[in-house]
């Protein structure tokens, strides 16, 4: 059975009124998943060893030493912090290692991690787009150095681009880092020119408007293939849902049917080449009704693809 990573610390990372990452995108994913009747797997700390694979000691304590005794404060004008974001933050972190361990481990065939603040933003020395520590990067360089594969593949979906992914993978040759997202949009990165150190990052760039058909088109034409060719021994997948038609922030038309089919389709290929093992952490997503579908839609795929 999939299993369902998630820890109540995520509802205490705050945002100011009106921010479009707040505590209610939480509570409506993990109410949209209590049909599907996964058993929650309690997400722990990441330890600053976990934080050491990607961002460096003094960014660490510059983190720490920011977080308020009460209300919240700005990293950025988007990124903030609240009491209790720095263990919500830990637990996205540690919630992703937790799924690499158990998939990996075979105790679940693939994993979901219902956790915030997000972090495919984050960059090796930079907290940005509300997020703060790089938690796929991060459970991709466990996943290699502590569990010694050779191969891990991280596809992210959002529809911003991975732009902290790709800096904290971009020398790394045993990562292939994918991001389809929409361009032009913010934060203005992954041209297709970026390829990474070891042409090991692929940048799709979707025109604003683009529907699902022109989706599902460029991964068949130039993600699976790439997938494939690569042969991962995990998939991790930066789950974003914000490329949906009704989502506030973007201008992409992806609809509910179309995370169903992407993430189908990606589990396929896991299960050619790595036996299933897919990893999906929760990136962006803001229209609540919209996050809610698309995020059900996308681990019923995960349980019947580990069926």
């Known amino acids: 059975m999939t299993a369902l990573i998630t820890h109540a610390d995520g509802l205490a990372h705050v945002t100011p009124d009106g921010h479009p990452e707040r505590v209610a995108r939480l509570e409506h994913v993990l109410h949209a998943l209590e049909p599907l009747g996964l058993s929650r797997v309690t997400a722990p700390l990441a330890t600053e060893d976990d934080l050491l694979r990607c961002h460096p000691q003094d960014y660490i304590d510059r983190i720490r030493d920011k977080l308020p005794s009460r209300g919240s404060v700005p990293l950025d004008a988007d990124t903030w912090l609240s009491p209790g974001s720095w263990n919500a933050a830990l637990r996205a972190v540690g919630g992703a290692i937790r799924a690499v361990d158990m998939v990996l481990g075979g105790e679940a065939p693939n994993a979901f991690c219902a956790t915030r603040p997000p972090g495919h933003h984050a960059e090796t020395t930079t907290s940005m787009g509300f997020c703060i520590f790089g938690t796929a990067a991060i459970a991709a360089k466990h996943a290699l150095d502590h569990h010694k594969l050779n191969r891990v593949a991280v ?148 349980v019947e693809a580990g069926s």
């Open 155 to 302: 596809v992210d979906f959002d529809v911003h681009h991975g732009n902290g992914t790709q800096d904290l993978l971009w020398n790394e040759g045993r990562a292939l880092f994918v991001s389809s997202h929409q361009s032009p949009l913010w934060p203005g990165t992954g041209s297709r020119t970026e390829t990474g150190a070891h042409d090991n990052v692929m940048n799709l760039p979707l025109a604003p408007g683009s529907d699902g058909e022109a989706m599902r088109r460029v991964y068949e034409a130039e993600v699976f293939p790439a997938l494939r060719a690569f042969a991962p021994e995990l998939v991790i997948l930066s789950a974003g849902f914000d490329a949906h038609v009704d989502d506030p922030l973007a201008n992409l038309e992806w609809e509910t049917e179309d995370y169903a089919w992407l993430t189908g389709e990606l589990c396929a290929i896991a299960a050619e080449t790595c036996g299933g093992r897919v990893v999906s952490t929760l990136e962006g997503g803001y229209d609540l009704t919209a996050l809610a579908a698309a995020a059900k839609a996308h681990v019923e795929q995960l």
